[in-house]
Every structure is written in C-alpha cells, then in structure tokens.
C-alpha cells in the first residue's frame, strides 16, 4: 500500500516565519519602507540602477528580518561574546598598515574575499554585549560593573573615530550608552555629564568667530573635523565649498513648503544642487517634493515604529531582551534625529543614513536584523504570556 502525501501550499510553508509577528511594528516598518521606495523612485531613477537595487535591499533586509525574528531572545544571547570579539578583532586588523583599505583618507574597509565595514557589525554587537553583561549583574550591580560597561563600549568606539568615521562612531556609542542608561545608570551621574557638554556647545558657539580662525588648532579633533563644526556654525563662510552641503540642503526644504512640490518635480533635487541626493542628503529631496505635511507624515512613522519599539522593551520577559530591544528602538531615533539634523543645519555633516529612505546595501541588512531581534523579543514575551 502506497501513502500519498499532500504537498503542502506555500502559506503552509511560509505560516511558521510570520506567525507570533508584532503586527504593530510590521505596520510602522511597511509605511516607512513605502515612503522609502517612492522617494528612491523620484530622487534615483535616473541614478543608474539605484531605486532597483534599494528595493534590491530592502528584500533581503525584510528575509533577513523573518529568519532573525525566529531566534529566541536565549539564543540570541549567545551571540553577543562571539560577535562583539569579532567586530573589534576585524577593527584592530582594518587598523594595521597594508590590512585596511583606504578610500577618502579613511580606513574603514577590509577585504575578506569580500569587502566589509567592521564598524556595522558592531552597531549591532555593541547592544548584544551590554546587554548580556548587564543580564549576568542582574541583582548585584555596582558602580565598577557600570566602569567595565564603559570600557567594554570605548574600545571598539576609539577605534572607530581613529578610523576616522565620526558618523559610525555616534552610532555605536549611542546604542552602547542606551544599554547603559536602561540598566539603571544614576542621574547623578548622567546631568553633570550634560552640563558640561550644554556649557562646551554654548562656548563653542559665542566663541566661534575667533576658534574657527585657520590658525587656531583644536585638541583632539583633526582639521576635518573642525571644519565640519564650523560650517555648522556659519556655513554662508564657505558656500562653495564646504557649507555648499548644509546650504543646498535647507534651500530645498525651505522651498518645498507645506505641500511640496510635486512628485519627481523637484527642481534642486533633479538639477543636481543637492549632493548624495539618494544617501545622506536624501531627506533634503524628500522635503522638497513633499513639503512640511510629507515630513510630518514620516515623523510620524517614525514616532510609531519607537513607540512600539519601547513598548516591547516594556513588556520584555528578562533584563537582556529589555536592554537589548530598547536601546535598538532608540538607535532608530539616533538615526533619524543625528541625519535629519545634519541635513537641516543643526548639527554636523556626519555620514549618518536616514532608516528605510536612504540608499545603502549594508546599513539596510543592518537595519533588517536589529528589527529582526526587536520582533524575536516580541514573539518571546506572547510565548511566556501563552
């Protein structure tokens, strides 16, 4: 006697990799990923093959994405040592003379049969490993074990800005010091800590004309940098040059109004006024062709996809899955805040991709597997509540 088995159907096959999903934050993730593809629509298609290869990404994020979301929190813990070791391992060989591949004056880069950026894996182990670290003090913290926290984020964080890569370097440090902060860090010790950085930037700014004279030398900071800090200050100084960026940026949001321009009718976008348009500076094309309400439209989902994110980390089962989902959560607002910021003249022009938007093969599987854990915590918490 022969069986005959039934083939199972595709939604058979595919029902196990979606179910237990947070339908919330799928919500948030496909309303910016559709505002994402419309705008590399408008500002790439006539950017070589751009908008093909953003969707091209934003696919395998979103599988990356499903596989990472059926890791539970458990397993994912295991990672943290391993991966964090091998991030800061490819750092300090990225840093040796001959290793490390030199593009723009920077060493960022490691051939390993493929190309590689060290520093994106760390946006993700540096959270795994704060994370565990915290997890494994859990009833017995003291101040050394927040000291060893500060050593373990440093590390990989110096490297990073000898590279240098200021933009990467923020990144990490942020989701370092979210991990820290939720663990239960003191105020006392974090508002003398903003003080004196509100009492820094405050100097910074009554004294820029005389610091930001070409014989001035600052501490600690390269010639680049320091430029960077003054064209913020006042980017009408070199407006070809170095403020050309932050200029041309503001000109196109302050020109798209309440309502925009129009789709794909974006004059500083399409007449190539506006530099890295479907990168860094792709917020600034985006304003233009859809105005304030346009804006207010992707804050929003960004505001959404945080606040569900933070209400996962709420309801986490353990200490590791809260430190770990809400310091992703915030580092999505890290992102959004430090690009947007840069693009409307706020804050320094660092190299920092907008989520969902910009154009970005490794940033975007980056993004797609911190979602991945953020929605693998979610699945853990309906489990211990089933």
């Not at 993730?29 to 590399?40: E, F």
């Not at 009718?265 to 479907?278: A, D, K, V």
């Not at 959004?336 to 693009?343: E, L, R, S, T």
Request: charged share 10%.
């Amino acid at each position: 006697m022969s069986a005959v088995f039934a083939r199972p159907s595709l939604w058979q096959r595919v029902r196990p990799l979606v179910s237990g999903i947070d339908t919330a934050l799928v919500v948030a993730v496909l309303l910016l990923a559709v505002i994402g593809l419309t705008t590399m629509y408008s500002v790439g298609f006539d950017h070589g093959t751009r908008f093909v290869d953003h969707g091209r990404n934003m696919l395998l994020a979103f599988a990356v994405m499903l596989v990472i979301a059926q890791v539970p929190p458990q397993q994912l813990m295991r990672l943290a040592i391993p991966l964090y070791m091998l991030g800061v391992l490819l750092l300090v060989l990225t840093a040796i003379p001959g290793i490390g591949i030199v593009k723009k004056g920077a060493v960022r880069w490691l051939n390993v049969g493929v190309v590689i950026q060290p520093s994106e894996i760390l946006k993700i182990a540096m959270p795994l490993m704060l994370a565990w670290w915290f997890q494994r003090r859990e009833g017995q913290l003291r101040v050394l074990d927040f000291v060893i926290a500060m050593v373990i984020l440093l590390v990989p964080v110096g490297l990073i800005v000898k590279q240098p890569d200021l933009g990467t370097a923020i990144l990490v440090a942020a989701a370092g010091l979210y991990v820290i902060f939720f663990a239960g860090l003191s105020w006392r010790l974090i508002v003398p800590v903003l003080a004196v950085g509100a009492i820094a930037i405050s100097a910074v700014i009554v004294s820029g004309d005389r610091i930001c004279q070409p014989d001035v030398e600052w501490p600690l900071l390269r010639p680049y940098q320091k430029s960077r800090v003054c064209t913020l200050l006042d980017p009408t100084t070199d407006p070809l040059g170095k403020g050309f960026h932050t200029i041309q940026g503001m000109i196109a949001i302050g020109s798209g109004g309440v309502d925009g321009k129009g789709f794909m009718r974006g004059t500083q976008t399409h007449l190539e006024f506006i530099p890295e348009r479907t990168t860094d500076f792709i917020f600034a094309a985006y304003s233009e062709e859809f105005g304030l309400i346009g804006c207010v439209a992707l804050l929003l989902g960004f505001t959404f996809l945080i606040f569900r994110g933070l209400m996962i980390a709420a309801e986490a089962p353990t200490v590791f899955a809260r430190l770990l989902a809400g310091a992703i959560t915030l580092s999505f607002f890290t992102y959004a805040f430090v690009n947007m910021g840069m693009v409307t003249g706020i804050l320094p022009v660092v190299g920092v991709p907008l989520p969902f938007i910009s154009y970005g093969g490794t940033a975007m599987v980056t993004l797609g597997l911190a979602l991945g854990m953020l929605m693998a915590i979610a699945k853990s918490r309906r489990s211990n509540q089933s």
